[in-house]
Each structure stands twice: as C-alpha cells, then as structure tokens.
C-alpha cells in the first residue's frame, strides 16, 4: 500500500506502525464531496474505489477535511489496482486542488 500511494502525485501520508489502515491527505476541495463522487460518478474499466473521508475520524472535522482513510486489508494486486483507481480518479476529479 505504502509503495502504491508514494508513486501518486500531491498524496501524502505517514507509514503506519501496526494498523492495517493509512489516512490518506488528499489534493481535493473536501473528502466527503470526493469520496461521493468516486461512488456515484468514477468509473475506469468498469471499476470504482470506496474510500472513508475523513472528517469521520476526528473530533474536530475540519482536521480531516482533505484526508481518506484506506484499508490494506486485500491481497497486494488488489491493493495496488486501487492505488491506480485513487491517481486515476484524483487525475479526473474536477474539485482537485494541485
């Protein structure tokens, strides 16, 4: 997971330390808007990804605003072909912000 989401442009994230989950920060406009759009509107090959926003996961949802939380919990090609999904939605979602 760690090596799939390095490789994706404007997404930054810290290694996990025993989770088998990273939040994700995002170049968009808001998590929940992007999150919603991947579902309803994204699609490539006749796939999608479903990502967690991030606002959810704080007390203060302000803090998670641009984040995704994503789970490493499929087998490794899975993994990466949503790695792949994440830049290729990222790339065509009209509410990136670099």
Same mark, same amino acid.
Not at 30 to 48: I, K, P
Not at 52 to 70: E, H, I, K, N
């Given at each position: 997971? =760690?090596?799939?989401? %390095?490789?994706?442009?404007?997404?930054?994230?810290?290694r996990p330390e025993g989770a088998f989950?990273? =939040? /994700?920060? /995002?170049?968009?406009?808001?998590? +929940?808007?992007?999150?919603?759009?991947?579902? +309803?509107?994204?699609?490539? +090959?006749?796939?999608? /990804?479903?990502?967690?926003?991030?606002?959810?996961?704080?007390?203060?949802? %302000? $803090?998670?605003?641009?984040q995704v939380r994503v789970a490493a919990?499929?087998?490794? %090609?899975? $993994?990466?072909?949503a790695m792949e999904l994440l830049a290729?939605? $990222?790339?065509?979602?009209?509410?990136?912000?670099?």
């Amino acid at each position: 997971l =760690m090596d799939a989401v %390095s490789k994706i442009e404007g997404v930054r994230t810290h290694r996990p330390e025993g989770a088998f989950y990273a =939040m /994700l920060d /995002l170049p968009v406009d808001d998590a +929940e808007t992007f999150a919603r759009w991947l579902v +309803e509107e994204f699609r490539h +090959e006749g796939e999608s /990804l479903v990502v967690a926003p991030g606002p959810g996961f704080y007390s203060d949802p %302000s $803090l998670g605003r641009t984040q995704v939380r994503v789970a490493a919990v499929l087998r490794e %090609s899975d $993994l990466r072909r949503a790695m792949e999904l994440l830049a290729l939605g $990222l790339a065509a979602y009209p509410g990136r912000t670099a």
